[in-house]
T-cell receptor, first 109, second 112 residues
Framework: GQNIDQPTEMTATEGAIVQINCTYQ??????LFWYQQHAGEAPTFLSYNVLDGLEEKGRFSSFLSRSKGYSYLLLKELQMKDSASYLC??????????WGAGTKLIIKP | IAGITQAPTSQILAAGRRMTLRCTQD?????MYWYRQDLGLGLRLIHYSNTAGTTGKGEVPDGYSVSRANTDDFPLTLASAVPSQTSVYFC???????????FGAGTRLSVL
């Protein structure tokens, strides 16, 4: 079966750095996506990785290792507004997104 | 409007009733999707459409139907609602090589 694993919840301090991990087992791979979802709102796109390595976009970076079935999202200089759920999703061989259950990130002052 | 609009925002529905959730996009995206999101679970694909006139079944299609008469609209119908269909429903659309999906604000549906 297809599976995306990520931690259920993480806590970090304002101004710090946090890394959210995602491991996956899917039938085929056509890219990995990270989305942010604030409580009661829609998911919004953060990043896309299809090749191994690090993609940096401002305070957010995303890393991919296809051989290990592993990705992480790195958030730097955490702000209170970063409190949200972070969703990892993999596009499988049918070009459908398989979603993880999300990681709820709690930022403390 | 710009993006994806879903209606209604929320709805309480008696079991056995028929309900259509509406989704409209103005980005001229070819592909559209319906997901449900339940606590502790990832988004699950109900139905999708790669282009106007075509639809396909996702992971959890039972009890739901869709149509795609044109590029902009992708309604989701519950023919006879059951309490297990209580969920938050998101419509999304995508285009381009990366196939990034963009989401509507969601419909919160309670079936009693």
């Amino acid at each position: 079966g297809q599976n995306i694993d990520q931690p259920t919840e993480m806590t970090a301090t304002e101004g710090a750095i946090v890394q959210i991990n995602c491991t996956y087992q899917t039938s085929g791979f056509n890219g990995l996506f990270w989305y942010q979802q604030h409580a009661g709102e829609a998911p919004t796109f953060l990043s896309y990785n299809v090749l191994d390595g690090l993609e940096e976009k401002g305070r957010f970076s995303s890393f991919l290792s296809r051989s290990k079935g592993y990705s992480y999202l790195l958030l730097k200089e955490l702000q209170m507004k970063d409190s949200a759920s972070y969703l990892c999703a993999v596009m499988d061989s049918n070009y459908q997104l398989i979603w993880g259950a999300g990681t709820k990130l709690i930022i403390k002052p | 409007i710009a993006g994806i609009t879903q209606a209604p925002t929320s709805q309480i529905l008696a079991a056995g009733r028929r309900m259509t959730l509406r989704c409209t996009q103005d980005m001229r995206h070819n592909a559209m999707y319906w997901y449900r999101q339940d606590l502790g679970l990832g988004l699950r694909l109900i139905h999708y459409s790669n282009t106007a006139g075509t639809t396909g079944k996702g992971e959890v299609p039972d009890g739901y139907s869709v149509s795609r008469a044109n590029t902009d609209d992708f309604p989701l119908t519950l023919a006879s609602a059951v309490p297990s269909q209580t969920s938050v429903y998101f419509c999304a659309s995508s285009a381009g090589q990366e196939n990034i999906q963009y989401f509507g604000a969601g419909t919160r549906l309670s079936v009693l």
